[in-house]
């Protein structure tokens, strides 16, 4: 036993030998790599692991490797001087941790020294670092972050960009659309509401209770519950006793998912049926076996912008799927306004974080994408499944977006 | 005190100095890596003050850990900030009071997995008040504190730590905890008041533990119930302080410093097998100690006999 232990002791200073050892060695190498200029580095931490990955990976990760890949197949990022460098990534896993998101931004920061730091995944996750890329100078263009205090946050940190908008925007848009489907006699008055009692749900019933009951709504359900909840089935007969006929679940992909399989088993089909985060991936109508037509979340796209279906086809081509109808066409056009920044300014970040706020770019979401107060505001904030697209809609129809189709038809 | 202890102050009082001045020297990043692993230390070290020399291995570290941090999440913006970590001090107190003098008559597994229940209750009655009584989720914490503010903090209560760890182990009261330690029957026959000494152990490191949740939570920006509740840090605490020997006053910090160096080195160098690297590397641990952490609890039991 005593053998054992010494063993054990022995063990440990070797491993802290390796690591020291291993540490400095990393460090040393990395710090060699940012002197040089014969390309860009670029660095982000992003979450490969835990609980927040499978976000990361629907709607922000895809995009990173996509915008990366095309720009070094063309040559690299512009220079103003018309040179062009090739793009360098340093990517870590965060591990869902906000703790070492936190670290590897100032590793990114202070240790990689690298050009640009891309965000990492959530709203929690973009608000942990951005007292850092505001303290380091870095641009920050929160992309996977929905807040409705981004007008306070670019006051804070005025090198912050807010690119997905707030849960008051998303509702009030919805709102629009019920109140006008209201007065066309298509729909009743009450609304049954269900939300996931985590940040999403939350933040988003939080905005919705007061403006559905501003537009003359009766919220005649409303209920939240678990994120470990798999069963709807009491859920959803609650709901179609009270007899309203908007059905609204704030809800994240599992919960998604059960409730549209669920509602199918209970041919619960109201005239407005409306989805949280699920709806919008390209996987949904295989989930929903095909019916998906008249389902409503948040996001969409418009069909007619070619730019957007170019978009489409390329992330289909070299990611090998499908891009989601929400978040990733805004994270797209993020990038693709700092690849343009960059070949205006260079790489100077407070330049580019000048130009980022004042200048028009053109991007996937048309030729002259702009941001107002460092926020983006062209986003599509309803959008309904519309023979087998997941559309943006608006109750005239118009802007980019197509009209609303109401009453949702049975399942099929 | 001998000319032996005299040289041990001395050379920790040289090393913290050291410490404390390295932020004005390195660059902000390994800051935080000696911001995390002063974090890391204390915990392990406040874990072990409890759980070494009674054995009960508690899983409830994140539980105050997080009560630590959300305090400092609701109260940050009414009052002074001295008076939040005081707040967080109290309440992470009156918690481990009324959470010892419940549990701390179960024994063995059923104190592990009450302690790990413990954690989850805490996190979903978080919730359920932010959802149901406050309605919001996250919360903001808006302090004026860089990295090394942090660090100098947790540094402040790691020699704390250490100092109450090497008080106990000196006085009166470590002799009865010796003497529990060895033998809880006997030392209650002895006259030791077994269940007052353990309540006071678990409240002391349950108190610091809230106290490193609550000076660590400004890093963060913002805060939600999965943030901090993360059950990972009940676990790194505990294999930290269990590799390094919880009975040892340094044990914990050997433990901490090589595996937290470790775990940063493989999230630097191998960012897409983090996890499996670190699966490979606890079976590699269990494989040089064969007999895991048991026998070395059977062996500290029976005083090295063998």
Redesign the interface.
């Known amino acids: 036993m005593k053998n054992l232990f010494s063993e054990g002791g022995r063990m440990t200073r070797r491993l802290t030998t390796c690591a020291i050892a291993a540490l400095s060695i990393t460090a040393a190498t990395h710090g060699v790599a940012a002197q040089e200029r014969d390309k860009v580095t670029v660095g982000y931490a992003i979450s490969k692991s835990g609980p927040n990955a499978g976000g990361a990976d629907m709607t922000v990760t895809p995009n990173y490797e996509l915008w990366v890949k095309e720009v070094n197949a063309a040559g690299g990022l512009k220079m103003p001087d018309g040179s062009q460098l090739p793009i360098e990534v340093i990517a870590y896993d965060d591990r869902s941790s906000a703790e070492e998101v936190v670290r590897a931004v100032e590793r990114l920061a202070s240790q990689d020294k690298v050009d640009i730091i891309l965000p990492p995944w959530g709203t929690g996750f973009n608000l942990a670092v951005a007292p850092l890329m505001a303290k380091f100078g870095y641009p920050h263009l929160a992309g996977a972050a929905v807040t409705d205090k981004a007008s306070d946050f670019v006051k804070r940190w005025d090198t912050s960009f807010w690119f997905m908008g707030g849960s008051e925007d998303y509702v009030s848009a919805f709102t629009e659309i019920l109140v006008a489907e209201r007065e066309a006699g298509r729909i009743n008055d009450k609304i049954a509401m269900i939300s996931v009692a985590d940040g999403f749900g939350i933040d988003l019933v939080k905005a919705a209770r007061p403006s559905f009951e501003a537009a003359g709504f009766d919220v005649a359900y409303d209920k939240s519950f678990p994120p470990e909840t798999s069963d709807f089935a009491t859920i959803l007969n609650e709901a179609g006793n009270a007899e309203a006929d908007t059905f609204v679940a704030f809800t994240y992909p599992p919960h998604t998912f059960a409730l549209t399989k669920q509602a199918k088993i209970a041919s619960y089909s109201p005239p407005v049926f409306y989805l949280g985060v699920g709806a919008a991936f390209p996987v949904y109508p295989k989930i929903a076996d095909g019916s998906v037509e008249g389902i409503m979340s948040l996001g969409g796209v418009d069909p007619n912008n070619e730019l957007n279906n170019a978009y489409r086809a390329k992330h289909e081509e070299l990611v090998g799927r499908g891009a989601d109808y929400w978040g990733s066409v805004l994270i797209y056009a993020s990038l693709q306004m700092l690849e343009q920044t960059i070949e205006r300014v260079g790489l100077d970040k407070a330049e580019i974080a000048k130009e980022l706020s004042s200048g028009t770019f053109s991007t996937v979401l048309g030729s002259e994408t702009q941001l107002e107060d460092n926020q983006l505001r062209a986003i599509n904030w309803v959008g309904q499944w519309q023979d087998g697209k997941f559309v943006a809609v608006s109750s005239e129809g118009s802007d980019g977006t197509i009209q609303v189709k109401l009453p949702k038809p049975d399942w099929e | 005190m001998n000319m032996k202890t005299l040289h041990g102050f001395a050379l920790a009082g040289v090393a913290v100095v050291l410490l404390a001045c390295a932020p004005l020297l390195i ?7 000696l911001l ?1 692993m002063t974090g890391y230390v204390t915990l392990a070290t406040a874990w072990a003050l409890f759980s070494g020399p009674t054995r009960y291995i508690s899983l409830a570290t994140v539980a105050f850990f997080g009560v630590g941090a959300y305090t400092v999440a609701v109260l940050n913006e009414v009052m002074p900030y001295p008076l939040v970590l005081l707040c967080a001090a109290g309440i992470g107190m009156i918690m481990a009071l009324m959470v010892g003098l419940s549990t701390l008559r179960l024994a063995g597994v059923y104190f592990v997995i009450f302690t790990f229940g413990l954690a989850e209750l805490v996190r ?1 009655t978080v ?2 008040w ?3 009584v406050t ?4 919360r ?1 914490i ?1 302090l004026p504190f ?2 090394r503010h942090i660090y100098w903090q947790l540094l402040a209560l790691a020699v704390v730590t250490f100092l109450i760890s090497w008080a106990i182990g000196r006085s009166r009261f470590g002799l009865a905890l010796k003497a529990l330690g060895d033998d809880e029957t006997v030392a209650a026959h002895a006259g030791v008041d077994v269940t007052r000494i353990k309540l006071l152990l678990f409240v002391i490191s349950s108190t610091i533990i809230t106290l490193v949740g609550a000076i ?1 939570a400004p ?4 805060i ?1 119930p ?2 901090v509740f ?1 059950p ?1 840090v009940s676990f790194m605490t505990l294999i930290m302080a269990l ?2 020997g919880a009975m040892r006053l340094w044990g914990p910090l ?2 901490a ?2 595996l937290f ?2 775990f ?2 493989l ?3 191998f ?2 097998h ?2 499996i690297i670190l699966g490979l590397l606890f079976i590699l641990i269990v494989f ?2 064969p ?1 895991g952490v048991l ?2 609890i059977d ?1 500290l039991r029976k005083g ?1 006999r ?1």
Do not use: H
């Open positions: 660059s902000d990043y390994w800051t935080g890596v995390g979903q919730s359920w932010e959802v149901n309605y919001t989720m996250g903001y808006f860089e990295g660590q890093r963060w920006t913002y939600e999965s943030i993360n990972t590799l390094g050997v433990g410093v090589p160096l470790l940063e080195w999230s630097v160098s960012p897409d983090f996890s040089v100690m007999n026998a070395k062996d090295g063998t």
